[in-house]
């Protein structure tokens, strides 16, 4: 279990987190979602005890991670979003060289490092050079070096950062065993709701701030007031545009011409709605389809930052 009470951070007169408080419970997957800058990469350093927080307490399955950051190292495996890497050394010397540096001795280092491999889909690449590798594969040995002291908490921060989409679904496949296999996983990425099926649960982060915190099915209910509308027209979207935008309960549009569709954030019940299309219809607009679509993590971070700024 991850405790977070009261969480800040300053750097000279600028928050970067502000009144953090969470709890993160043991063998469950948290997904952090949050532009750059938003506080994710600065709350998981504190975590990994790589940070000293201005205030309140971060707590590791009850230890506090300022008054015994060694015991808490034991028990993660911490994944930054920029990493060195030593690239003289063959992805299997790399392993081992982190191995020691965890005290591991040199059988229970042999005895890890192609579990690991064939975990991360990297045994046919066990003696080739780190510099050799691509990006993709690059990730998944740092993922291997995480894990290699077999600890029981994962914090990964933008671990899908720069890869292609193949490589992309080679990192969720993974950490979809690593759930398996009880971990508890804290994940932080811009492309998060490719992962969505993974999270129990999700905060939400924006200007160091924690505006929602909860399963994604929970946080999505809280914004029901708000629907995501999709109109697809025939022809010119100009005119969709047009009539839409002047709608005081319509907020967060996209239009898209090639596709023919706009959408929208809506505030109102169903019978609104009902009016809205008959509305449409009369005003002209040559209306092909009219749904409510369900709502993703993207769209659930856009309607919550957008609610806090205009608070």
Same mark, same amino acid.
């Given at each position: 279990?991850?405790?977070?009470?009261?969480?800040?951070?300053?750097?000279?007169?600028?928050?970067?987190?502000?009144?953090?408080?969470?709890?993160?419970?043991?063998?469950?997957?948290?997904?952090?979602?949050?532009?750059?800058?938003?506080?994710?990469?600065?709350?998981?350093?504190?975590?990994?005890?790589?940070?000293?927080?201005?205030?309140?307490?971060?707590?590791?399955?009850?230890?506090?991670?300022?008054?015994?950051p060694h015991e808490?190292?034991?028990?993660?495996?911490?994944?930054?979003d920029f990493f060195?890497?030593?690239?003289?050394?063959?992805?299997?010397?790399?392993?081992?060289?982190?191995?020691?540096?965890?005290?591991?001795?040199?059988?229970?280092?042999?005895?890890?490092?192609?579990?690991?491999?064939?975990?991360?889909?990297?045994?046919?690449?066990?003696?080739?050079?780190?510099?050799?590798?691509?990006?993709?594969?690059?990730?998944?040995?740092?993922?291997?070096?995480?894990?290699?002291?077999?600890?029981?908490?994962?914090?990964?921060?933008?671990?899908?950062?720069? =890869?292609?989409?193949? &490589?992309?679904? @080679?990192?969720?496949?993974? $950490?979809?065993?690593?759930? #398996?296999? %009880?971990?508890?996983? /804290?994940?932080?990425?811009?492309?998060?709701?490719?992962?969505?099926?993974?999270?129990?649960?999700?905060?939400?982060?924006?200007?160091?701030?924690?505006?929602?915190?909860?399963?994604?099915?929970?946080?999505?209910?809280?914004?029901?007031?708000?629907?995501?509308?999709?109109?697809?027209?025939?022809?010119?979207?100009?005119?969709?545009?047009?009539?839409?935008?002047?709608?005081?309960?319509?907020?967060?549009?996209?239009?898209?011409?090639?596709?023919?569709?706009?959408?929208? =954030?809506?505030?109102? &019940?169903?019978? @609104?709605?009902?009016?809205? $299309?008959?509305?449409?219809? #009369?005003? %002209?607009?040559?209306? /092909?389809?009219?749904a409510e679509e369900?709502?993703?993590?993207?769209?659930?971070?856009?309607?919550?930052?957008?609610?806090?700024?205009?608070?």
């Open positions: 279990m991850i405790e977070v009470d009261g969480l800040t951070k300053k750097f000279g007169s600028f928050y970067a987190l502000r009144d953090l408080t969470m709890t993160i419970d043991g063998g469950t997957v948290f997904g952090y979602v949050g532009a750059n800058g938003a506080g994710k990469s600065t709350t998981f350093s504190i975590i990994a005890t790589l940070l000293q927080p201005t205030a309140g307490e971060v707590k590791v399955d009850g230890i506090s991670v300022t008054e015994k808490v190292r034991r028990r993660i495996g911490y994944m930054p060195g890497v030593y690239d003289q050394l063959k992805a299997d010397e790399y392993l081992d060289f982190y191995g020691a540096s965890y005290g591991l001795d040199r059988i229970e280092r042999r005895a890890a490092i192609p579990k690991l491999l064939e975990l991360v889909n990297l045994e046919q690449k066990r003696y080739e050079y780190v510099d050799d590798l691509s990006r993709g594969m690059k990730q998944r040995l740092c993922l291997a070096r995480a894990l290699i002291h077999d600890p029981d908490i994962l914090i990964l921060d933008e671990p899908a950062s720069g =890869l292609d989409p193949r &490589a992309r679904v @080679e990192m969720r496949e993974i $950490l979809g065993h690593l759930r #398996t296999m %009880g971990k508890t996983i /804290l994940i932080s990425s811009h492309i998060l709701p490719e992962l969505a099926e993974l999270c129990d649960t999700i905060g939400v982060i924006d200007s160091g701030e924690l505006k929602a915190f909860g399963s994604v099915r929970a946080i999505q209910e809280k914004l029901q007031s708000e629907k995501l509308i999709t109109v697809r027209v025939k022809g010119d979207i100009r005119q969709a545009i047009t009539f839409f935008e002047q709608d005081p309960s319509i907020s967060r549009m996209d239009a898209d011409s090639g596709k023919g569709t706009v959408t929208f =954030l809506y505030r109102g &019940a169903e019978e @609104e709605q009902i009016a809205l $299309l008959k509305k449409a219809l #009369t005003a %002209g607009l040559p209306v /092909l389809s009219f369900e709502t993703d993590l993207e769209d659930v971070y856009m309607a919550i930052t957008e609610r806090s700024d205009s608070a």
